[in-house]
């Protein structure tokens, strides 16, 4: 059994990870938040003990490695900005860290945490929950099987609604959330990049606070994407029918359905990485790459091969 801290227990993804870490058949020690709307933590680890005070809960994972009780991982689900940091206060303290998507905001930022990986010892693991996917597997697999020369078309579509709130978190601040296209877009770059290879180019034809649209070339790729969090910008039979999320990725015209699947993908991370097969800083970089140009791009607007959805705007 490992012993796990937990940083950002109030947030939305932390149940995520609290159920990876029971289902394991590990056990969380500590967790930290500045927000204590954390009851949640009782459905999974009651005795663990929760802090809102950073200086008090380094205080405390402190005292733990001198008594002995060393954490084994620290798990991050904090605002993306403060990834880094945070990352970076696992590895002082000896443990390995299990970090959200987008690991950071930079590639700066990978270059040196993995000098402290390295001065370190521990490891950076990133949840690209995707790459575990079924549906993504077997596409991968079906790729890696075709011809060794043969370029896809492909339109990546993702939209979904937020309200009003999404501008006042610090979602819809880019220095703290690094736009729309990192936020909600980065695994989904991942994705495609680990299937079909790196970016050779890599245009913005839109780029607003709610949705962002442009074009990837990849080595065996041409990809339009759209990504929204305007529900306006949902399809029309998809408002008919009270929906508020659109998912759609085509290859060649062919839908790959994806729809499903994703509950237990953060328990399937989790055994990965105990295992020592987790995603790391390197596995991350290209996706981080992808997401920093798109957020410093000057959009081009309806120029080159752009996504249908654009039209609508």
């Not at 949840?127 to 697999?141: D, E, G, M, N, V």
């Not at 993702?158 to 877009?185: E, L, M, Q, V």
Request: a positive charge.
């Amino acid at each position: 059994m490992k012993n796990f801290a937990l940083i950002g227990a109030a947030g939305y993804i932390a149940p995520r990870h609290l159920g990876a870490i029971k289902e394991t058949k590990n056990d969380l020690i500590a967790a930290l938040d500045k927000f204590d709307s954390v009851g949640v933590i009782d459905s999974y680890f009651p005795k663990a003990d929760f802090f809102v005070e950073f200086e008090r809960f380094d205080r405390h994972i402190d005292k733990l490695k001198r008594i002995g009780q060393k954490i084994d991982y620290v798990a991050i689900c904090t605002p993306n900005y403060l990834h880094d940091s945070h990352i970076r206060f696992a590895l002082r303290h000896g443990a390995d860290a299990i970090c959200e998507k987008p690991i950071v905001l930079n590639p700066w930022n990978v270059d040196a945490l993995q000098e402290i990986e390295s001065e370190s010892g521990k490891k950076v693991n990133n949840i690209l929950q995707l790459r575990l996917h079924p549906s993504i597997i077997a596409l991968k697999k079906k790729i890696d099987e075709g011809p060794k020369d043969k370029v896809y078309d492909i339109d990546l579509t993702y939209i979904t609604s937020r309200g009003n709130w999404y501008f006042t978190s610090w979602k819809g601040d880019i220095s703290k959330s690094g736009g729309i296209a990192t936020n909600i877009g980065v695994h989904f770059y991942d994705m495609l990049i680990w299937i079909f290879g790196g970016v050779q180019r890599n245009m913005v034809h839109v780029l607003e606070e709610d949705k962002a649209s442009g074009f990837l070339q990849l080595e065996k790729a041409r990809v339009r994407w759209f990504l929204s969090i305007d529900a306006k910008t949902l399809p029309k039979e998809v408002q008919k029918k009270g929906q508020r999320t659109y998912r759609s990725i085509s290859v060649g015209g062919d839908e790959i359905e994806f729809s499903g699947g994703f509950t237990d993908l953060h328990t399937l991370s989790y055994q990965q990485i105990l295992k020592g097969n987790g995603f790391g800083l390197d596995s991350a970089r290209l996706s981080i790459e992808t997401v920093y140009a798109i957020r410093n791009a000057k959009p081009v607007g309806k120029k080159g091969d752009y996504h249908p959805f654009i039209e609508r705007l």
